[in-house]
């Protein structure tokens, strides 16, 4: 299985901020990955597919690079509602797997 | 816009089967390019694949569960289900049904998520 190791894995930021956080593939996976974003007690919603391709309807201020083994979601002027817990996927092979999740809180 | 919805029971008891069913609506479980999938989350940990079928009724499962899964599809119900063999306390979970697009750039991610449903092994 490939192991996706995300950092950190929680960052307290304010609104305006921006938060970068990184997602590590324990092989290369090219730009198979994917992040999402949980609220307390809701499924997680995709929010960037093929490493940096951002899904339909979500704000141009999140965006994702990276390829190979090493990625990131960057988050430019935080808002309000984009204080959640995210998770990276690997999308190359199953089983698929997932990070551990970043917490991004209210500093 | 497809959803996803989760039934079965909340509560299974030690060495029991846990069962769902998901219902799919807004489109057809048929559609060719996707998987319809199970994915749980134990509490602050990240989501965990658990299998998928295809609607032509083909497999595949995650390996660290495999010997106990079954995932299966009634396509002309638009459901498909999850049995989890001989449960034990590791095995509750927050459990989704999903579908994960097999389809160009979007290979092999989840682009549609149930509510999700706490399923609790205890007796």
């Known amino acids: 299985d490939i192991q996706m190791t995300q950092s950190p894995s929680s960052v307290s930021a304010s609104v305006g901020d921006r938060v970068t956080i990184t997602c590590r593939a324990s092989q290369g996976i090219a730009s198979w990955l994917a992040w999402y974003q949980q609220k307390p007690g809701k499924a997680p919603k995709l929010l960037i597919f093929?490493?940096?391709n951002l899904q339909s309807g979500v704000p141009s201020r999140f965006s994702g690079s990276g390829s190979g083994t090493d990625f990131t979601l960057t988050i430019n002027s935080l808002q309000p509602e984009d204080f959640a817990t995210y998770y990276c996927?690997?999308?190359?092979?199953?089983?698929?797997?997932f990070g551990g999740g970043t917490k991004v809180d209210i500093k | 816009q497809v959803q996803l919805q989760e039934s079965g029971p909340g509560l299974v008891k030690p060495s029991q089967t846990l069962s769902l069913t998901c219902t799919v609506s807004?489109?057809?479980?048929?559609?060719?390019?996707?998987?319809w999938s199970w994915i749980r989350q134990h509490p602050g940990k990240g989501p965990e694949w658990i299998g998928h079928?295809?609607?032509?009724?083909?497999?595949d499962y995650n390996p660290s569960l495999k010997s106990r899964v079954t995932v299966s599809v009634d396509t002309a119900k638009n459901k498909f289900s999850l049995k989890l063999n001989s449960v034990t306390a590791a095995d509750t979970a927050v459990y989704y049904c999903v579908r994960v697009s097999g389809l160009y750039k979007w290979n092999n991610v989840v682009d549609q998520w149930g509510q999700g449903t706490l399923v609790t092994v205890s007796s």
């Open positions: 079928i295809y609607y032509s009724g083909s497999t």
């Open positions: 807004g489109g057809l479980i048929t559609s060719a390019g996707y998987y």
């Open positions: 093929a490493a940096s």
């Open positions: 996927q690997q999308a190359d092979s199953f089983p698929l797997t």
